[in-house]
């Protein structure tokens, strides 16, 4: 038990820190890390070392090299620095490299040395230069600060949406601050820097003074500051030796901590753990590093030589030239070196096997077992070495033996979970997660074969595991230039197949990405969704072909997405001939055009001699675009010509029989008064009657040639409306009616007037004359005819409208009709 614990420091009563080794490094170094610019990505990030010939007391006799290595020292890229010299260098997020320059030129690497873009600061940072520059990290991205030779910083929050903030001049600041850094608050990047005794905190619109609560007196420099890896605690190291711990909002003070060095520190970072209490920064000098906290006490180290720490989510990194540690507080849901801590004792029954039955009978006793076992399963995952691992499984496996209903999915769990993490530890893997970190960052690093091994051990979903990292392998695959395009496009297709999950048009953009665009459009042709190769295929100013592979979609959407992005693209004749080469996409604009661009339509019938179409085109806008007669009628004979090209007889007489009835509308508006326009022939004629205007419908109806039973039809209706009974019997009187007599029984009867319906019954010839009777209720008359015509279905008629009561005389005298007729 005591081997457990051997390397645990106590800071204070309740919080153990402990330093082990990750690896032992074998990078053959040929500069110091002091003669280098570092930079260590977190989650056991690769590291990257730049030699530094622009600093003042060293000449810049050859190109520096940029070396990135694994976190085990195994080479993962080498490449000679072509550029200008480099102010500081930083990991993304992404564990991309940028590379700040001195002209504030920012320069992003892959992980493997692929150069990926470039980005400037501005034109104040190339005019000013960079003086020092910080990569930090927000909820929003990687960002990037620079000090500028004029004392002026310059921020980005995000390097992907890159968006640049000329920070706020400090008041009063001449040189360079002692030191800086930026804290994010509220989702916003801010910078805080110190001037002599003062700290003044910049957003994007003041500078505000910032007084740190409870600081001992006498500070009159701040010599380093640190931000903890989730932002929210800061420390500070003074002039005095005093080392100041609080809250990132500057409203509470953690603790004070007097270190008797006021030498200033090369690196302060924070060491803290997830869900813990406990809040320690750990202090570099040349050769001393230093755990402090809210205790009196400390913890030393001896640094045998140069080092660099690196701030992790769960502790601290530090590697030299030799050697890579991790440093970090001992979980407290792990073992306690508290006497009788169960877990520490149940870890004791595999360690001496004589007093075994003992250790466990007094766990048992106090009914601590469950615990123990959960202690160790919890402790071995945060061992780094497997034979640590081993002792505390097989611990807690012992112990379960002793329980009835202890559920087996932690332990099995953690099994797994430690079988993954040994194996991306492996020296040549070079990943050193931490069981609190554990993302998924095997394919950042292009290990596939490994992690879909992983994926498989785990049984993860095909989509969430094997897909993502063939998409990933292809991505990758996509980028190696000394391999055709047909090959790789071959490649990546027999690899994929019809992998669910995988999306072509992904990797279609990164090989475009990468300037391989016919690349790219051999891998869309896998792409089975068309929705997905259209829009890829528009950004590489491949149109046409976006266009066809949108018809074939039937998707009509996405064809009118292209047709507008074309017509953006092309100039209008150009656009017009690609239309007229795919029939669908011609009708689909032609219905577009109708709707939102009339003056495209008529170029479009134009320019294919549609006369038809055209003239229908005229028409419309005679309707709709025109408000002046003229307009309209300009309009209409347009249409009429466009008709008589088109060899539409009846088309052209119809559109000039519509301008003379305008024209003729127009007149009867200004002689007559009244609303003429846009009526048709029909109602222009009933107006005029209702008007009292006979001879001048008469004369429009000759002029258009209204047969004369229409003719009757609209006088008829017309005078029964007015009620103009006189005018209307003399009307029937004029001459013979074309339409006969009946109508002017069924109108007369309409507008209930009896009276007069019954001149016009008489009048009715015989084969309607029953029926003109039934309608003025002449029943008995009715019969009287059906009888003499001897007509069945006019008798039949007559009985329907006969009633019991009144008309039972004329019921028998049908009747007996009928029964002469059968012995006829």
Same mark, same amino acid.
């Given at each position: ?23 032992? &490094? ?23 070392? =730049? ?113 640049? *903030?000329? &920070? ?30 003062? /700290?003044?905190?910049?957003? %994007? ?19 380093? &500051? ?6 929210? %605690? ?33 690196? &302060? ?33 001896? =640094? ?24 970090? #507080?001992?979980?407290? #849901?792990?073992?306690? *070196? ?19 039955? +003992? ?100 049984? @993860? ?54 300037? $391989? ?9 896998? +792409? ?9 295929? /528009?950004?590489?100013? $491949?149109?046409? @072909? ?7 979609? !039937? ?9 507008? %992005? ?34 495209? /339509? ?12 055209? !003239? ?49 509308? *127009? ?42 039973? $229409? ?28 339409? !006969? ?48 015509? *001897? ?16 008309? !039972? ?16």
């Amino acid at each position: 038990m005591d081997c457990y614990t051997a390397n645990w420091n106590p800071l204070g009563d309740s919080a153990f820190y402990r330093k082990y080794e990750l690896y032992s &490094m074998d990078w053959d170094l040929k500069e110091e890390l002091r003669d280098c610019l570092v930079a260590a990505a977190p989650y056991g990030g690769p590291i990257a070392l =730049l030699r530094n010939p622009w600093r003042k007391e060293k000449a810049a006799s050859v190109r520096p090299v940029l070396e990135i290595y694994s976190a085990s020292g195994m080479p993962l890229a080498s490449l000679m620095w072509k550029s200008g010299p480099v102010v500081s260098l930083g990991w993304s997020a992404e564990e991309e490299l940028l590379c700040v320059q001195e002209d504030g030129v920012v320069l992003v690497y892959g992980l493997h040395g692929d150069f990926r873009r470039h980005f400037s600061m501005g034109n104040e940072v190339l005019q000013n230069r960079v003086l020092d520059a910080r990569i930090f990290h927000t909820e929003l991205g990687s960002g990037v600060a620079i000090l500028t030779g004029a004392h002026r910083f310059t921020l980005s929050a995000n390097v992907s949406d890159l968006k640049l *903030r000329r &920070m706020p001049e400090v008041p009063g600041l001449q040189s360079a601050p002692s030191c800086w850094t930026t804290l994010c608050r509220d989702r916003v990047a801010h910078i805080l820097l110190a001037v002599g005794p003062d /700290l003044y905190l910049l957003d %994007h619109a003041t500078c505000s003074p910032v007084t740190l609560p409870g600081l001992a007196p006498g500070v009159s420099s701040f010599l380093q &500051m640190a931000v903890s890896f989730t932002s929210r %605690h800061l420390a500070l190291f003074t002039d005095t030796g005093y080392i100041w711990m609080g809250t990132a909002s500057f409203k509470e003070k953690l603790c004070e901590f007097n270190c008797n060095i006021r030498a200033p520190p090369k690196q &302060m970072v924070w060491c803290s753990r997830p869900r813990s209490k406990e809040r320690a920064v750990v202090v570099a000098w040349e050769r001393r590093l230093m755990v402090v906290g809210d205790t009196p006490e400390s913890i030393q180290f001896v =640094l045998d030589e140069d080092s660099y720490l690196v701030p992790e989510l769960d502790g601290v990194r530090i590697f030299s030239r030799t050697t890579h540690e991790f440093l970090h #507080e001992v979980p407290g #849901e792990a073992l306690t *070196r508290a006497p009788g801590d169960p877990g520490q004792g149940l870890l004791g029954t595999t360690k001496e096997s004589q007093k075994a039955d +003992e250790y466990l009978r007094e766990i048992q006793e106090l009914g601590q077992l469950p615990q123990a076992v959960q202690q160790c399963i919890e402790a071995a995952g945060h061992e780094h070495w497997p034979d640590m691992q081993k002792s505390l499984l097989r611990a807690a496996s012992f112990g379960k033996c002793f329980l009835d209903r202890f559920p087996p999915d932690s332990f099995v769990r953690m099994c797994q979970d430690l079988r993954i993490l040994n194996a991306i530890r492996d020296y040549h893997i070079g990943i050193p997660l931490t069981y609190s970190q554990y993302p998924q960052v095997l394919v950042l690093r292009r290990l596939y074969p490994l992690a879909i091994q992983i994926c498989e051990y785990l049984r @993860l979903p095909e989509v969430q595991g094997v897909s993502r990292i063939l998409a990933h392998w292809a991505c990758y695959k996509v980028q190696q230039k000394d391999v055709s395009d047909e090959d790789v496009a071959r490649a990546i297709n027999q690899k994929l197949g019809d992998t669910p999950g995988v999306s072509y048009s992904d990797i279609a953009a990164r090989a475009y990405g990468c300037g $391989r665009t016919e690349l790219a459009i051999k891998l869309l042709e896998y +792409e089975p969704r068309s929705g997905e190769q259209v829009p890829l295929l /528009l950004k590489m100013k $491949r149109s046409k @072909l976006a266009l066809s592979k949108a018809i074939e979609s !039937g998707d009509t959407d996405l064809v009118f997405t292209v047709l507008l %992005h074309l017509k953006n693209e092309l100039n209008r004749g150009d656009f017009f001939m690609t239309l007229r080469n795919q029939p669908m996409a011609l009708s689909l604009y032609r219905q577009f055009c109708k709707h939102q661009e009339l003056e495209t /339509l008529k170029d479009l019938y134009n320019q294919d001699d549609n006369h038809q179409e055209l !003239g229908s085109f005229h028409i419309r806008a005679s309707y709709t675009a025109e408000e002046h007669i003229e307009g309209r009628v300009a309009a209409l004979q347009k249409a009429a010509e466009a008709f008589n090209k088109a060899k539409n007889d009846f088309a052209a007489k119809a559109t000039e029989d519509q301008m003379r009835l305008l024209r003729l509308q *127009r007149c009867l508006e200004d002689e007559l008064g009244g609303r003429f326009l846009d009526l048709s022939v029909h109602d222009t004629v009933t107006t005029l009657i209702l008007g009292g205007h006979n001879k001048r419908a008469e004369q429009v109806a000759r002029d258009f040639r209204i047969p004369d039973k $229409r003719l009757w039809w609209l006088k008829l209706t017309a005078l029964a409306d007015l009620e103009d009974w006189e005018e209307l019997e003399k009307f029937s009187k004029s001459k013979k009616s074309p339409i !006969g007599y009946l109508p002017f029984v069924e109108i007369c009867m309409k507008q209930h007037n009896k009276y007069e319906a019954k001149k016009y019954a008489s009048r009715v010839g015989p084969e309607q004359k029953v029926k003109a009777l039934l309608l003025v209720g002449d029943v008995a008359q009715a019969a009287d005819v059906a009888i003499e015509h *001897r007509n069945e279905a006019e008798m039949s008629l007559v009985l329907s409208h006969c009633t019991g009561a009144t008309d !039972g005389a004329t019921v028998d005298k049908i009747q007996r009709a009928r029964a002469q007729a059968q012995k006829k």
